[in-house]
């Protein structure tokens, strides 16, 4: 790492500054503070209707301090590329990142135009996940290891309270990204997280059991072994809560909370099949909360404009008046967070290319408040999809439960081995679970989403274009 990016090196209690924190405040541009935790379902928050009891009390909080949008989408449901473009404002196949790989030496970043306005980059946990690292300008850093594989509440609390400190004692605004790990496999109680004993994992407050929880609509209920593994996912997202509520602790003993917007998202969907690697609305779909006293209002709820995660670095810079960067495929929705309009926010494209085992599933899919069309470019009838999600309870339930129900092995077929295209109706069918690609009846919208897709190809230059033109169009 270069000089500009030094680790944490300082000492303890430099926080004494002549300024009080009020004033402090007014005499800095905004802080960001940018909370991303791993692999959780868009609705296992109180405040987007989980009847789970006293799931996230913290996360509820904040929402209810600031806005919440409805249809926000992550662009790679897959971690690192997630995060990648969530730092560049650009697509996959335009920061070099399609899977778990570098951006492009000459991507500009969110950090380093921060670095260059005079602020100081911080991130915890989930380091490795923004590469090469000198590329993010980091000023401080706290690894996962530190924070006991990025999930100890408390520690939280401490280290951020540390970063805070830092800022404080030199004066200057901060960019903090702060990755929570939970409810990222493995679940607590799991049998992976007790195969990893080489590994600190924190211990939990709060067990759920299976008769506590509701199974994700997209999965069968009734099943023994997935409830007992969706408890297990819950007592993470539990966990996770307490995380951020320990976050928001911090920096409002910070006195930095009132000149300070916190951003709230999931990287991508619940590690299960039909979410995470994928394209579906619960793969993309995340419950993007932000709250910025003064600036946003307190329980607002922006229902129909579609953001997408080529959206934060713009917005970001936007909202720290940093100019803006040429080249970013994304724009900033800081106008709705004023509580203005914005024209154009009816679609988002989300991408899937390859595993983090560096296997390569080409799927593209446009999606608009009222249909989903997905593309896949890998399908042949032989060639069987494999993920992450398959490695747990779940997915192994679920091929045993549909040798004696034919709609439940349909499903895994259907997962394991896909169609070439896959068209939804979100308003009748908002998990996805009745392809329309073949009916007749959709022939027209069909027509209509893969032009939509087809544009955002050529215009990007999508390496899987030509198989596009060769599969799909007439």
């Not at 402090?24 to 209707?49: C, R, W």
């Not at 009734?222 to 920096?251: K, M, N, W």
């Not at 900033?332 to 991408?351: A, H, I």
Request: proline letters at 7%; one cysteine or more.
């Amino acid at each position: 790492m270069d000089s500009k990016c030094t680790r944490r090196g300082f000492m303890a209690g430099m926080g004494a500054l002549a300024l009080s924190p009020r004033v402090f405040a007014e005499k800095q541009k905004p802080n960001v503070l940018f909370i991303t935790v791993d692999d959780m379902d868009y609705g296992s928050l109180g405040v987007t209707g989980c009847k789970v009891p006293d799931i996230t009390p913290n996360i509820d909080k904040l929402a209810s301090e600031g806005m919440r949008f409805e249809q926000a989408h992550v662009t790679s449901a897959i971690c690192q590329p997630c995060r990648s473009v969530l730092m560049t404002g650009r697509y996959p196949h335009r920061n070099g990142a399609m899977g778990f790989e570098p951006i492009n030496a000459d991507t500009p970043t969110l950090e380093e135009s921060l670095h260059a306005a005079g602020y100081m980059n911080g991130i915890m946990a989930k380091v490795g996940h923004l590469t090469p690292q000198p590329k993010f300008c980091w000023d401080w850093i706290a690894d996962a290891k530190e924070l006991r594989q990025g999930r100890d509440p408390k520690l939280f609390y401490k280290y951020s309270k540390e970063f805070f400190e830092k800022v404080k004692s030199e004066g200057k605004p901060f960019f903090m990204m702060a990755n929570s790990q939970d409810p990222h496999r493995p679940f607590p109680g799991s049998a992976g997280e007790k195969a990893n004993k080489n590994k600190d994992f924190p211990e939990v407050s709060r067990t759920y059991k299976a008769d506590e929880i509701t199974v994700p609509p997209f999965l069968p209920d009734g099943i023994p072994d997935i409830r007992t593994e969706i408890a297990q996912y819950f007592t993470s997202v539990h966990r996770c809560d307490e995380a951020v509520g320990q976050l928001l602790r911090s920096l409002k003993e910070s006195g930095m909370e009132q000149n300070t917007m916190v951003l709230f998202i999931s990287d991508n969907g619940i590690s299960m099949p039909y979410a995470k690697t994928n394209c579906y609305m619960c793969s993309t779909s995340t419950p993007l909360i932000v709250r910025w006293p003064g600036r946003v209002k307190p329980e607002a709820l922006n229902h129909h404009d579609l953001v997408s995660g080529i959206d934060f670095m713009p917005t970001i810079l936007d909202a720290c008046g940093v100019e803006q960067v040429k080249g970013m495929d994304g724009r900033s929705f800081l106008p709705l967070l004023e509580g203005g309009s914005q024209g154009g926010r009816d679609k988002v494209f989300t991408f899937i290319s390859e595993t983090s085992a560096k296997n390569e599933y080409p799927m593209r899919c446009v999606r608009t408040g009222k249909y989903s069309y997905i593309y896949n470019a890998w399908p042949d009838g032989k060639t069987v999809f494999k993920n992450e999600p398959q490695s747990g309870l779940t997915f192994k339930a679920m091929k045993a439960a549909g040798e004696k129900d034919g709609k439940i092995a349909e499903q895994v077929k259907f997962f394991l081995y896909r169609t070439r295209e896959e068209l939804y109706d979100m308003e009748a069918d908002p998990i996805e679970l009745h392809n329309l690609a073949a009916d007749e009846k959709y022939k027209p919208e069909i027509e209509k989403m893969r032009s939509e897709l087809l544009q955002m190809m050529v215009s990007t230059n999508d390496p899987i274009l030509p198989k596009f033109k060769e599969q799909v169009l007439p």
